[in-house]
């Protein structure tokens, strides 16, 4: 499962995040490379993976009309579903709604723990569990060095009994920008990053090591049967800083903000793994698999990105 409804603030780019060129030398644009990941899995094992492509209703027309011109990068249509997230309106600082027109609110994906529920809604689950499904493996769009399907994580997931798995790495810093990995009331729960305390940031286990020393990179491994049974259960939501653009009324048009102006309330996949039954973390090396892509240039970053990916050649 592709999540790719996010509207990618920080990377400053309209349309969908997966349509971005993150070519040196020719056009290389963030699905493709994703699908080249996928298709090294496809060629090992003989057999097509069934793609399940969240989108959101910001950015569904212009993934779908990008997918096709791109012939769906070699890949079967009949083996993709795209999907679309549900909306959230999104508020100012003072707690105000934005308006995106005169006469209707601004409203935002309601984040990537969005998922399942929207999954169900579409009848997307009911096609996996008719093709037999039992596990899904749900991924981030924007970490372009992404092992999707990877055989090595799936076994090691089934062997363990957990009901998730979970992919995490080494953290490069305390304050690195990913979710921790810890035990929560003895039971499998990640932090997000603008949520942990200085004090949990930089405790030390009894080796002198960061306590919280894993991150993880949004791969996960869920039981269809377990996320149909806890998907009643309420999710947290959290409140986010982002840059929201709205209709400013005195003006008579819209304001694309260069900063955070406001709050959105968003649900996250990582709190699915306090409510699932067990996780299995699952350390990868994070040179070979984690290259994410969330600002131009700097941190997390295209030019980061493309550097990691050199490297793996
Ligand atoms: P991020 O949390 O980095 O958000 O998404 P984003 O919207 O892409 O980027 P910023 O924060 O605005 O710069 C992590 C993953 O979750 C997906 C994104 O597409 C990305 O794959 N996501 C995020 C959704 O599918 N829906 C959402 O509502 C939010």
Known sequence: VLLAGGQGTRLGVDGPKGAYNIGITRPLYIFEQQMKNLTDVVEECGAYIPLYVMTSEKNHGETVAFWQEHDMF???????KFFVQDMAPAVDFEGKIYLESKDYPALSPNGNGGWFSSMLRCDVVKIAKEAGIEWLNTFAVDNVLQRIADPVFVGATINSGCTVGAKVVKKNAPDERVGVICLKDNHPSIVE???LTDELMNAKNEKGEPAYYFGVILNYLFRLDELISIAKDKMPLHIVEKKISYYDDALGKTVKPEKPNGYKFETLVLDMIQLSESCLPFEVVREKEFAPIKNPTGIDSVE??????????
Not at 74 to 80: K, R
Not at 304 to 313: D, F, P, Q, T
């Open 74 to 80: 070699g890949y079967p249509a009949s083996e993709i």
């Open 193 to 195: 990053y603008y949520e």
């Open 304 to 313: 980061s990105a493309r550097e990691l990916c050199k490297a793996c050649g």
